[in-house]
């Protein structure tokens, strides 16, 4: 089962393990929410282009489905996200 759990901006997130991380960019009049993973896979963005995901929901959606994929068994997401 995948967990997904906040932290807020500015604490530290573990320096090991297969974890994702969804960060909020707000841009004018728009939010966009990007996937990273942490040190075992660290140029992997989702989604690849300029453009991120619309909703929050769809980004835990598609971070679920890469986690699944992956193996990895985390999501964390900033707090102000949320």
């Not at 942490?38 to 300029?50: E, T, V």
């Not at 769809?58 to 900033?78: D, H, L, Q």
């Amino acid at each position: 089962m995948i967990e997904v759990t906040t932290y807020r901006s500015g604490e530290s997130l573990p320096s090991e393990g297969d974890y994702l991380v969804i960060n909020k960019i707000s841009r004018i009049r728009v939010s966009e929410y990007y996937i990273s993973a942490g040190p075992s896979a660290p140029d992997l963005r989702l989604p690849p282009g300029p453009v991120g995901f619309a909703s929050q929901e769809t980004a835990i959606g598609e971070a679920r489905k890469a986690a699944e994929a992956r193996g990895f068994s985390t999501i964390y997401v900033e707090l102000a996200s949320l």
